[in-house]
Structure formats: structure tokens, C-alpha cells
């Protein structure tokens, strides 16, 4: 058991070097992560820093919150399956607000310079079609743990900081995914057959969106920083325990973590991943 556990502490402590040596905080030319922006979202770095201190926990994929419109993609009947979508709006950051707000700068700021008809659709099955969706992601973080104790401690300290939908998901590894429910996720338009954008809403609810996602971007922000601070703290504490245990006390935290991996391992009757199957837990900007 003890040459087991010491070669998953390895084999951790392998990948963990691996993936934050890659980390693209920066945009680089010569240097990319797998996001199509190509580098981290600067919000998050600091909790992402501070994570990565602890000798148990490295993060693999991030994303500090966003604002988009998506338009979803073409149905394949054939594969089953959707493909194609395209991101016609995403920041990263809380919408500027403009002096002058007008209808043109709002449609304007979501569709960019792709043609929109305005007037009211006709009536119509418009799921025959391909939607438009306004977005506000919050926070996502996904962290691997050294073992099952320190994964179930790390989604404790999620929850204090307000990250309610937070949880573990099924793998051969101990991995944590971290978010909240501050969700916006609504269609507001579809694609016509010609090409055009035709808004289901009018304007005055599109800027209603932008204004409810920019007040999500603050709660965001707080959030992220009582979860920076828990962190710290979490750090810190860990760094104390670790230079001042004893023999004795060292040998109760191995039991521990041995019996935590044990119940992580037992079989269950059924498995509810909130992971979605598609995201590749690699180290990445969402």
C-alpha cells in the first residue's frame, strides 16, 4: 500500500508540473493553450496562482466568467449530433456602457456586422431554425487533487466561498469541478434561410441582458475573491500542519487519505456527471 501511494503521489506530482509549466498566461505568438483566445482569462490568475501553490491541487481548465452570443450549429440527422456553431459576441470582462445607448448600439454590440431584421418575426416553428442564445457564464474552474480527502476538502472550501454547483466528477482521477449558478442562458433570435439575424426580443430586452450580466460580473468578481482569500488561508494552514506534525500525526493523515480513496473508489448505482463530455481536462481557457 505505502509503494502504491507513492507512486500515485508521483505520478501527481508529474502531471502537476507538466500543466502548470504550460500555463499561457500572456498572448504569445509562440505560445497558445487549447481556448480559442489562446491564453488565460487575467481575472482568474491570482486564484489560479494560489491554487497551484498547494502541493495537492493544480488547476487544468478556467474560465473567469463570460458574456456571449452563440448561434448554434447545424443538426447532422445522420450522426445524430451538432456542429458549427459560431460565437458571433464574448468578452470576458463587464460590458462598457456607452453615455449614449441606443437601440443601433446594442444590436449592434451583440450581432456585429451581420444583417438583423428588427421587426417582429411572423409566427412560426422558429426551432426549425438555428437559434441565437445570450450567455453569461460564470466562473468554471476544474482542479485534479492528490487524493480523494483533499478533493472532497477542496469542494468544502468551494462551497463556503458560494460555489454551490460545485462538485466531483466520475474519473480514475481525483478531479473537482468548480462554479456557481449565476447563469444566463436564453435565445433571442434565430438565423433566417437567407443568412439574416431575426431577434425574437426587442432592443430594450437585449439591454436589459447586458445590464443583469454585468451585475453577475460583480458577483462574480466577489466571489472569486472570498474564494482567493479561503484559498490563502487554506495554503498558509496546509504549510503549517506539513512543518510541524509529527510522526504519529503523519501516519493518522495517511490512514485518513487511504480510507478517503477507498470510498472514492466504491462502485455507485448511478453516476450524475456535471461534467460536460466534451471538454478535454487539459489545461485551458474557456
Not at 7 to 12: A, E, G, V
Not at 103 to 123: C, I, K, M, S, Y
Not at 148 to 162: D, I, K, S, T, V
Not at 232 to 242: C, D, G, P, R, S
Request: hydrophobic letters at 35%.
Amino acid at each position: 500500500m505505502a509503494e502504491t501511494n507513492s507512486n500515485n503521489n508521483s505520478t501527481f506530482a508529474t502531471r502537476k508540473e507538466a500543466v502548470v509549466s504550460s500555463l499561457v498566461e500572456v498572448l504569445d505568438a509562440e505560445r497558445r493553450d487549447k481556448s480559442p483566445k489562446g491564453f488565460i482569462d487575467a481575472p482568474i490568475l491570482d486564484l489560479m496562482h494560489i491554487i497551484n501553490r498547494h502541493p495537492e491541487y493544480y488547476t487544468t481548465s478556467s474560465c473567469s466568467g463570460r458574456v456571449a452570443v452563440y448561434c448554434e450549429g447545424l443538426e447532422n440527422e445522420t450522426e445524430k449530433s451538432t456542429k458549427g456553431g459560431e460565437w458571433l459576441y464574448v468578452t470576458h470582462d463587464p460590458v462598457p456602457i456607452p453615455e449614449k445607448v441606443d437601440d443601433a448600439w446594442v444590436v449592434g454590440l451583440l450581432f456585429g456586422n451581420r444583417p438583423v431584421q428588427r421587426e417582429h418575426a411572423p409566427l412560426l416553428n422558429v426551432l426549425n431554425h438555428r437559434l441565437i442564445y445570450f450567455k453569461f457564464e460564470p466562473l468554471i474552474l476544474h482542479v485534479e487533487a492528490a487524493t480523494a480527502e483533499a478533493c472532497m476538502r477542496l469542494n468544502n472550501l468551494a462551497y463556503q466561498a458560494g460555489y454551490q454547483n460545485s462538485g466531483i466528477t466520475p474519473s480514475r482521477r481525483h478531479m473537482l469541478a468548480i462554479r456557481s449558478t449565476h447563469k444566463i442562458d436564453t435565445p433571442i433570435a434565430y438565423l433566417d434561410n437567407d443568412g439574416s439575424i431575426r431577434c425574437l426580443v426587442d432592443p430594450t430586452y437585449l439591454y436589459t441582458l447586458v445590464l443583469m450580466s454585468n451585475d453577475k460580473f460583480t458577483s462574480n468578481q466577489n466571489r472569486m475573491k472570498a474564494f482567493e482569500q479561503i484559498m490563502e488561508k487554506e495554503v498558509q494552514q496546509h504549510t503549517i500542519e506539513v512543518n510541524t506534525e509529527t510522526k504519529e500525526q503523519r501516519r493518522e493523515r495517511k490512514r485518513r487519505e487511504g480510507m478517503a480513496r477507498q470510498q472514492f473508489k466504491q462502485p455507485k448505482k448511478e453516476s450524475h456527471p456535471i461534467e460536460d463530455p466534451n471538454v478535454d481536462l487539459t489545461q485551458l481557457a474557456l
